[in-house]
């Protein structure tokens, strides 16, 4: 399951911080066909990643500095992810990275249940020893990740490969939307796994346990989105990411 405790937030104005989103420009630099496709994987990803945390507002300039880009595409990408959700352009405030509220976190993990439970039943016939013992790998390498960013991509891998099993390429892409919508408060609020975690599903797949499975799930999406809505309650992002 999941324990959690809140962290400070905004390191983006650091030297460190800066750093940081020099490598992720670096990396995402010359990969892409259009400048606007550059700048908006740049912002995506920052978001995601925790960097520009929830209720941040993001200064055009910077970005545009980073990338070594003019604010045109900037402004163009930025309105393609409020479509997206992730921020919000404000008449007279610019704009800020969206701040979800217990009740859509709720909703989130509501699909997820919904859409993930659906996934592993259809992956169940399709798993191979092989396969096992590669998800055993990521999941005893979730369960010795001392960095919370390094768990969580392994977990994003793990869920991948499981998932793509089932054959389901529109179910697997709204289920990789959502739980990309939520991954930046589990590394704001630095929602960790309890020692165990997820060698608990493991075990019922080893054993073919379908209902076990799909009940291990959704205890474990179930008490995330608790403690994800009550953390959000009680600590402030948007205050978090004016400071």
Same mark, same amino acid.
Not at 1 to 6: D, E
Not at 155 to 168: M, N, P
Not at 225 to 238: F, G, H, I, T, Y
């Given at each position: 399951?999941?324990?959690?405790?809140?962290?400070?937030?905004?390191?983006?104005?650091?030297?460190?911080?800066?750093e940081?989103?020099?490598?992720?420009?670096?990396?995402?630099?010359?990969?892409?066909?259009?400048?606007?496709?550059?700048?908006?994987?740049?912002?995506?990803?920052?978001?995601?990643?925790g960097?520009?945390?929830?209720?941040?507002?993001?200064?055009?300039?910077?970005?545009?500095?980073?990338?070594?880009?003019?604010?045109?595409?900037?402004?163009?990408?930025?309105?393609?992810?409020?479509?997206e959700?992730?921020?919000?352009?404000?008449?007279?405030?610019?704009?800020?990275?969206?701040?979800?509220?217990?009740? &859509?976190?709720?909703?989130?993990?509501? $699909?997820?249940?919904? *859409? %993930?439970?659906?996934? #592993? +039943?259809?992956?169940?016939?399709? !798993?191979?020893?092989?396969?096992?013992?590669?998800?055993?790998?990521?999941?005893?390498?979730?369960?010795a990740?001392?960095?919370?960013?390094?768990?969580?991509?392994?977990?994003?891998?793990?869920?991948?490969?499981?998932?793509?099993?089932?054959?389901?390429?529109?179910?697997?892409?709204?289920?990789?939307?959502?739980?990309?919508?939520?991954?930046?408060?589990?590394?704001?609020?630095?929602?960790?796994? &309890?020692?165990?975690?997820?060698?608990? $599903?493991?075990?019922? *797949? %080893?054993?073919g346990? #379908? +209902?076990?499975?799909?009940?291990? !799930?959704?205890?474990?999406?179930?008490?995330?989105?608790?403690?994800?809505?009550?953390?959000v309650?009680?600590?402030?992002?948007?205050?978090?990411?004016?400071?």
């Amino acid at each position: 399951m999941a324990k959690a405790k809140c962290a400070a937030a905004d390191n983006s104005h650091s030297a460190a911080g800066k750093e940081v989103l020099d490598q992720l420009a670096q990396s995402v630099r010359g990969t892409f066909q259009t400048v606007e496709d550059m700048t908006q994987t740049f912002i995506r990803e920052a978001i995601l990643q925790g960097h520009f945390p929830p209720g941040q507002r993001l200064n055009l300039d910077n970005i545009a500095a980073t990338l070594g880009v003019s604010r045109m595409p900037v402004r163009a990408s930025l309105r393609q992810l409020e479509g997206e959700g992730l921020v919000r352009i404000h008449a007279h405030r610019g704009v800020t990275v969206s701040v979800l509220q217990p009740d &859509e976190i709720a909703e989130i993990y509501e $699909l997820r249940i919904l *859409l %993930e439970t659906y996934l #592993l +039943e259809r992956a169940m016939p399709h !798993l191979t020893e092989e396969i096992l013992r590669d998800l055993r790998k990521s999941a005893e390498a979730m369960e010795a990740a001392d960095d919370l960013a390094d768990g969580l991509e392994i977990r994003k891998g793990f869920y991948e490969k499981l998932y793509a099993l089932a054959e389901r390429p529109r179910a697997l892409a709204e289920a990789k939307h959502l739980r990309g919508s939520v991954g930046r408060y589990l590394l704001l609020l630095r929602v960790t796994e &309890e020692h165990g975690g997820h060698l608990g $599903l493991l075990s019922h *797949l %080893e054993k073919g346990d #379908l +209902e076990g499975g799909k009940t291990w !799930l959704r205890d474990h999406l179930s008490h995330v989105s608790e403690e994800l809505q009550k953390l959000v309650s009680e600590n402030d992002p948007a205050a978090a990411g004016a400071r």
